[in-house]
């Protein structure tokens, strides 16, 4: 069949540039080979080798969701874990001391972050700290905010160590920190959540990269709607297939996911948890393989769990052209029906935040916060009268 059907590209080939069939049947058929490498050569190859997701499985090849409720029951799983929690080792994690969140209105935020930004980590604390201390501001929920993160490649690990002994806010995990060890940072946070200061799990989880701005009070409204013990796994829902050509920066081989879709997932940008969702999460993790995309995982042990992925609009990663915030990188459910933004500390002030081209100041005579591109000043948060 293979050799018919290779016939059949030959034969094809030759009409396609209009040579005499005896002289380019030859040509063509040397022509095979070096298509088949330069489809190679660029990932090509892989999307004739994908299987359908309509056959999703995933290693261990274990029933997930059995395994999680005979835990949660208190009986012994049927098969033996592949990934032991003891092997997830931290350096060092945040103080207890006086952080209770195991109550009913309490949130943790767990900001993923990197070691050498240090200064994003300064701007959430001045701006958001004072703010998390107001039950006006908070919607009577308690708040903590922490960042997770790997260890650094250089002597940046000493500066680590004194910022967490000065903020007791770092939760910093035994592997290197760059971009495809994020799902470490993933398992850490749920570790965390999970066992929160050896008390339990916390009610709600928000699960947030460095660079998306957070209001409290928005979240606290959006959380006022759910339940702890719901299996809530929240934020902007994505549906999507894998990259495989070479050049592509989140290319993925087809010995690594074989199928041709990834399951419905929460871009890891901003993502609410229940306390119920973790607790699943955590023993899930156990019996299921680690992949290399945090925000795949996490819809990997959703699916294998049945757990639907809300899609939550107001969690928005994108810009958006038609409003005034649409120069920045955040959270749209950080940016509606906020209040005067000069609620904000003033020493937040000239505070470079985001990255080099976008970053976010506060304006303290005028109380606003604008963002600043090309020289241009567009304002982030609107005031809004309650």
Known sequence: MRIILLRIYAVSICRLTFIKFRSCLPAALLAIPLTLTLFWITGLSDYFFEISFDDFKWPPFVDVQKQVSLELLGYPTETPPINLWTQFRLLHHPTCKNNRLTRKRSILVIVKSAPERIKNREVIRSIFGPSLENNNLTG??????IFVLGKPIDSIMDNLELENQKYGDLIIGDFIDNYFNNTFKFIHSIGFAHNYCNSGTVPFVLLLDDDYLLLPWNLAAEVEKHVSHERLYMGWRYDTSPFRLRWRKFRINISEYPFNAYPPYITA????????????????????????????YAGILSYLLAIQPQHNPNFSPFPHDNSLFSSIRGSKFSRQHTRSTAELPTSACGAKFYDEECFSRCDCKNGRTWTEIGGKRIRLLKGHQH
């Open 140 to 145: 009577g929920f308690r708040f903590r905010i």
């Open 269 to 296: 940008g901003a993502v609410l948890l229940s306390g119920q969702t973790v607790n699943e999460f955590y023993i899930a993790i156990q019996h299921t393989k680690i992949f290399i995309f945090d925000d795949i």
